[in-house]
């Protein structure tokens, strides 16, 4: 099992910038890909960005590319989105999840999940 634990979100001004992180345990994520999702009151979950499992290979939602950056580091099992220029339509809680090998953007393939942590944007 791998057991994942999200930190860094928090109530930031439209146009600041905050760092998300997700920690893995139990098992390394050196051959999972990962990816994170989001869900605004509301709303449906939706992908914001995925990597690979080498961190090659880097996905973003349209609305998200520029502003957002995901990236790994397989040596100590975590992953980073980092969110700039923060608008308040980005609320939500934020996940993090992962699977072996093979990477997809619908969140039904994956099977370990992070608790979310959430991310308020003020006008």
């Known amino acids: 099992q791998v057991q994942l634990v999200e930190s860094g979100g928090g109530l930031v001004q439209a146009g600041g910038s905050l760092r998300l992180s997700c920690a893995a345990s139990?098992?390394?994520?050196?051959?999972?890909?990962v990816a994170w999702f989001r869900q605004a009151p509301g709303k449906e979950r939706e992908f914001a960005a995925g990597i690979n499992w080498s961190g090659g290979t880097t996905d973003y939602a349209d609305s998200l590319k520029g502003r957002f950056t995901i990236s790994r580091n397989n040596a100590i099992n975590r992953v980073y989105l980092q969110m700039n220029s923060l608008k308040p339509e980005d609320t939500a809680v934020y996940y993090c999840?992962?699977?072996?090998?093979?990477?997809?953007?619908?969140?039904?393939?994956?099977?370990?999940w992070g608790q979310g942590t959430q991310v308020t944007v003020s006008s």
């Open positions: 999840a992962a699977r072996p090998n093979t990477y997809y953007r619908d969140s039904t393939y994956y099977n370990y």
């Open positions: 139990g098992r390394t994520l050196s051959t999972y890909a």
